[in-house]
């Protein structure tokens, strides 16, 4: 199947191949797209596939095609933005103007150093740097399929800078760590950057960050095959915890998903307020409580 790799920080995936169509979702600055279908007549548009089997249909000048068995970031040069927001920049100056601002879990492609900046080749040709703090150079395999496991942590890479850490305290409180970073990012229907998120982009971005590919959706995590149901007065800090739509009298329908914090919050983005802490025995989230799910790390 052709693939395709995203030249534009955000790029929007809708439900058609029409911009005033529902966003479905988004996809980010490096990362690789499978091709559905080639571009329509026109060549404005293009059905894409992301690594967690979602579709949509985004525009096809924010991507660029790849030749059979090229890569992009180029294996041994990749690098993942750590950072909630990295400017890539025209010199290696905090001063000097920038090309694009690459988004937490944006893929950039890295090929050299100077002092305490990393020199990178954008996807579609430029050249920018960006600090060393805002980047991670990844050491495992990434598969198109969806999977990655991201083991142990980052070493500083350049001089007299503090580079973003997972910190070692397990996957719980990794889980845990990352999610509070995106506190107050704002509500966004179908958003999956810290420019905007949505409830289940929010949990699917904080799993992405500290290895692990989920689902998508809410419905199709709480589905997810690696997860196993958790009674709520037994839940731990990463679990995610899910409500029924209030139109269900039987709670059947998922509709919003949160990540378990203690044993009294869990944190979510929520409609009008975005990412935010809220208490579990709040009167409104437990009459719509569907479960507990808990992701299994391998």
Known sequence: MPRA??????????????????????????????????????????????DDGYTGWARAKQLRLLDDGEEYPAPGQVYRVNALWAFVREKPDHNAPHWTIAPMGAWLEGNEWY???????????????????????????ISRAGSLRVEGTVILQGKNAEPYRVPRMGWQNALVYTARRLLGVPYLWGGSSPFGLDCSGFVQL???????VIPRD?????????????????????????????????????????????????????????????????????????????????
Request: aromatic fraction near 8%; charge should be negative.
């Open 206 to 212: 904080v799993y992405r960050m500290c290895g692990m």
């Open 115 to 141: 002092e305490d900046w990393l020199r990178v080749v954008l996807p579609e040709g430029r050249t920018g740097w960006v600090a060393a703090q805002d980047v991670t150079p990844q050491w495992v395999a």
């Open 218 to 298: 809410a419905d199709l995590q709480a589905e997810f095959a690696r997860t196993t149901e958790v009674d709520i007065s037994e839940a731990q800090p990463g679990d995610l915890i899910f409500f029924a739509g209030g139109s269900d009298p039987h709670q059947r329908t998922v509709t919003h998903v949160g990540m378990i914090v203690d044993a009294e919050h869990f944190i979510h983005s929520s409609g009008g307020i975005g990412v935010n802490i809220t208490r579990i025995d709040d009167p409104y989230y437990r009459s719509i409580l569907w479960g507990v799910r808990r992701v299994l790390d391998r």
């Open 5 to 50: 790799v995203v030249t534009h920080n955000v790029v929007k995936m809708h439900a058609q191949p029409d911009g005033d169509s529902e966003q479905v979702s988004q996809t980010l600055l490096g990362h690789t797209l499978l091709l559905v279908s080639a571009p329509d007549a026109d060549q404005n548009w293009v059905n894409v596939q992301t």
